[in-house]
């Protein structure tokens, strides 16, 4: 334990992200200074927001440069400490990067709450656990027998997204690649219906879901889901516009929703977001998550890679719809 | 005074309107019964979304039917009445549709109110103002400093629309077809900037004239415009989708707005709203309208075709850009 692992950004994704994108680099062990900790990384969560970052085509958080440490997001244990809120042995979650080791001043780390499973914790209280929250209670709002739809649904975030409407008595239909996923979705997360995309007849089988239409629409995914949706939507429908996966990897210019117009004859709504805007209120959702969490009514699935070296192959599969729930690197036991 | 001039709907626009989509037929003049008055109709108002009338593809009023009296709101004069309410010789506004003379048992009639001519009151107080004022004061909401980009920003719901964003303290910008109309937006209307869509560069001349942004983006166009206004949203900007005016005489599937997606980055809001649903909050709005009329810190100019056989023409121009404000026939004096 003198060497500390980390992937660098080594170049920025064009197209697809690929390996020769991240350099494996052995760093040396931090050392921590007056009132920090070491954290030895065990877990770390992958989100497709990631892509945007190493692209530095967003402005909402400051770009990442050619041989930073790859950010992101995981849970420790803290190996060495001088700081007494955090003694050694504890669990704790922060911005970590993709490195086997970090030195932290504790200011945004977090303590995994009592109860939770690691993997609970990085899964549903992560970013993409609050994400679900803010834009599903906060922009959605969605009301107690209204239609819920969720595409990208066994997502982390759309599975996530689609109990909370659940949670607040909402009908909900996912939309998701695959029988397994679907089923899913319908057996354990209860939701009142799955759509698998790959099977094709989608607005033949959205129509007999939603019949009256759809009043929440939380899209993930653009492109033709983002039409369909928009197709279908009731009136006064908020369509909260939380990502695009199917644009990720997508180089050129791109489509818009050709239905937009129907928002007009709807009297809808189509509204994005970003979730760091809600910082102040992450206690409010972390909360809310932890008791439901703790009351078995939040369910939640992770897809874990074993070994650092995973890392980019599990941010890859994200994009080709690899993963059920959150996807994660176990990077220590 | 025994023949009644009607146009009636011969046939659903395929693409633009056209002259034959109209049959001038010469009915008769109607009898009225108890209660009721009969109105000599003088001026006729033009909308775009006639045509989604003519074409039945919109839901949110019921569809026109081939050989109806095309539908339309006027000002006119009541030559015979049974109703106290409006004696003789009242002015009165109502949907009296395309036709010279309309009986009316009064519960649509507004009579106009004093002070405001019938010209400024087929345009301000007529449809197009009332969407100007729920568009801009109820979803895009403009508070004093903000930029407020029109698009349209000559037409009768724009000029509206541009003004009363100018009388909550914005900073206005429209984007309109030609010297003439920008020169009138900025020397008469109070507007901070127009941009001729005509004379190219658009993207720069709106970044020059919207450096940090836009907050509020009123659209009546779509396209490239919509598009235009989408890449230059400011955070948490707030799109209005009032129409389509580059969409409405196309017939093929039309592509959608590519940059919505910076409605995410920016964490903004794209509403689409029909006026139609705040008919209980008309008259709220005609207050408004009315004293800032009377005050003349509303502005207003009318477009006016002189003669009954110009209707279909006056309908055809709206689609062409050949009015500035409001498009009128005058039917009789």
Redesign the interface.
């Known amino acids: 334990m003198s060497v500390n692992r980390q992937f660098l950004l080594q170049a920025r994704p064009e197209g697809p992200i690929k390996h020769s994108d991240f350099k494996l680099f052995e760093g040396a062990l931090p050392e921590i200074n007056e009132g920090e900790v070491l954290v030895q990384v065990l877990l770390v969560a992958l989100e497709p927001a990631m892509k945007g970052w190493m692209e530095a085509r967003?402005?909402?958080v400051a770009p990442m440069q050619i041989g930073d440490v790859m950010r992101g997001r995981g849970l420790g244990r803290v190996i060495e400490s001088d700081n007494t809120a955090f003694p050694e042995g504890t669990l704790v979650m922060g911005g970590f990067g993709w490195q086997e080791y970090a030195a932290s001043r504790g200011v945004d780390l977090t303590i995994l709450p009592e109860g939770i499973t690691p993997e609970a914790a990085m899964n549903v209280l992560g970013i993409t656990g609050l994400t679900a929250y803010f834009g599903m209670m906060d922009i959605g709002k969605p009301e107690a027998g209204e239609t819920v739809l969720v595409s990208g649904a066994a997502g982390a975030t759309g599975s996530v997204a689609g109990q909370l409407a659940h949670l607040s008595g909402a009908r909900v239909v996912g939309i998701a690649g695959g029988r397994v996923k679907c089923d899913w979705l319908v057996d354990d997360l209860g939701f009142a219906g799955a759509i698998d995309y790959k099977a094709g007849e989608l607005a033949e089988q959205l129509k007999a879901l939603a019949p009256d239409g759809v009043n929440v629409f939380f899209d993930n995914v653009?492109g033709d889901i983002l039409?369909l949706g928009l197709e279908n939507i009731a009136d006064r429908a908020r369509v909260v516009?939380?990502?695009?996966i199917s644009?990720y990897n997508e180089t050129g210019?791109?489509?818009?929703?050709?239905?937009?117009?129907?928002?007009?004859?709807?009297?809808?709504?189509?509204?994005?977001?970003?979730v760091i805007?809600y910082a102040k209120r992450f206690p409010e959702a972390s909360s809310y998550l932890v008791d439901h969490l703790r009351s078995g009514e939040l369910k939640h699935h992770e897809t874990v890679l074993d070994g650092f070296e995973q890392l980019p192959q599990a941010l890859m599969d994200l994009f080709t719809g690899g993963n059920i729930g959150k996807q994660l690197v176990r990077v220590a036991d």
């Open positions: 967003v402005d909402y653009g039409d516009l939380c990502g695009g644009r210019p791109l489509a818009g929703p050709k239905n937009y117009f129907n928002l007009i004859y709807r009297r809808a709504r189509m509204e994005g977001f970003i805007d």
